[in-house]
């Protein structure tokens, strides 16, 4: 395919996740943090609050993809663009914290479904260089997330209407251009099946994927690294509160990690096309696990912004990789599963991140809680080294 002409449907899945996802990364970084504490929300509380839309993603990743390789992917992107113009609005009107758990419950829907089938239909369109699409896919998603906590963090240290309503009504319109987006895209349907075929479909592509020991395991460095980025996005602006970094710096700090990802993640999906997917896996994890041991030994703006870059660099290089292996490693029916297996063990290990790192905050501090997130990193990458293929 000519690289200088993307297909239309290509494009317009860049701008979908470019909108979706600063919508759902402004309802939680950095501004989840301080809406919990605002609810009077203890360390714990919060870690199960931002763990509660990953945990919905454990449940609904594999099961999204699955059924989009069955029933075609644009049924399940306009189902996700309808729960990201949805949901932000339900903010408005939280008063407990019960209330904002079950929210972010369904908030996590919206991502849950996309990512796997965004994914999938990139693997579509694109049989080779998918290193490369999928990272400039992720770098589209990556201008939310870079713009999301830059103005949160303006948003809410101006507190115009309440400290957080004028954030959450911005992220509610944000989601509605989304899901607008989300009705123009129109991805090759799959062939209509009955219902007993896809029945068989959907437990032939789980076993499919879930017997694939190459799968789980690129997948098990996917899940280390957002186990890493749970507890960093959930309890680094908390940190930062306590050594007197002002919001509204903390949000540029977070922005720029992920201005970090955003450049670099399509350019080591390149690489990784090129000179192969382990060595990439292996060095973001490495890289990962050294930053993280110095981010509670960090007591001012410049090294816990140089903290946060590592780190930003160390997952760009494992999760550029990560990705197209398992399109790779997956067959053409089983895209979506292989996709949405990926999603769901990443999302295992997004949710724990922050319901251990706020149980180990509260219990010991934060030098053992990261301390405990740069020995998971350093596990999972003995296993990636010893089980995966190059």
């Known amino acids: 395919m000519d690289k200088d002409k993307l297909p239309g449907g290509f494009l317009l899945l860049c701008l979908m996740g ?14 989840l943090t301080w809406f919990s504490e605002y609810l009077q929300a203890s360390d714990f509380e919060i870690g199960l609050i931002a763990a509660a839309s990953t945990v919905t993603g454990i449940f609904v990743n594999i099961t999204a993809g699955t059924l989009s390789d069955i029933y075609g992917r644009r049924k399940l992107l306009i189902t996700s663009g309808l729960i990201f113009a949805s949901a932000p609005f339900l903010y408005l009107v939280i008063t407990e914290v019960w209330q904002l758990i079950l929210l972010r419950i369904y908030h996590g829907f919206a991502t849950a479904i996309f990512m796997p089938v965004s994914l999938a239909f990139i693997a579509d369109i694109f049989a080779s260089e998918r290193g490369e699409k999928m990272g400039l896919f992720s770098s589209s998603t990556m201008i939310g997330r870079l713009l999301a906590p830059i103005t949160a963090g303006f948003l809410v240290s101006i507190q115009f209407l309440a400290p957080f309503q004028l954030a959450y009504l911005i992220c509610g319109l944000v989601g509605l251009v989304a899901m607008l987006i989300s009705f123009r895209i129109k991805p090759q349907e799959k062939v209509e099946q009955t219902t007993e075929t896809n029945r068989v479909g959907v437990i032939e592509g789980l076993r499919a994927v879930i017997g694939n020991p190459s799968i789980l395991t690129a997948s098990s ?4 690294t957002y186990f890493s980025i749970g507890a960093v996005e959930t309890f680094m602006p908390k940190y930062s509160d306590d050594i007197g970094i002002e919001r509204w710096i903390t949000g540029i700090i977070i922005g720029l ?7 670099l993640r399509p350019t080591f999906g390149r690489l990784s096309d090129r000179y192969g997917r382990k060595p990439f896996i292996i060095a973001g994890l490495t890289v990962s696990a050294v930053s993280l041991i110095f981010l509670p030994l960090t007591a001012d703006f410049y090294k816990l912004l140089l903290v946060m870059i ?13 990705s197209p292996l398992i399109s790779e490693l997956s067959s053409q029916t089983t895209l979506g599963s292989g996709m949405g297996a990926l999603e769901t063990i990443k999302d295992i290990g997004h949710a724990t991140g922050p319901l251990v790192a706020g149980f180990l905050i509260g219990a010991s501090g934060y030098f053992n809680s990261f301390l405990v997130v740069c020995l998971i990193l350093l596990v999972d990458l003995a296993v990636v080294y010893g089980k995966l293929r190059p």
Do not use: N
């Open 221 to 224: 460095a996917e899940a280390a």
């Open 18 to 31: 470019a909108f979706a996802i600063f919508s759902s990364t402004m309802s939680k970084s950095p501004t």
């Open 310 to 322: 590592i780190h930003g660099i160390g997952i760009s290089l494992t999760t550029s990789s990560t």
């Open 257 to 263: 990690q992920i201005l970090t990802i955003a450049i």
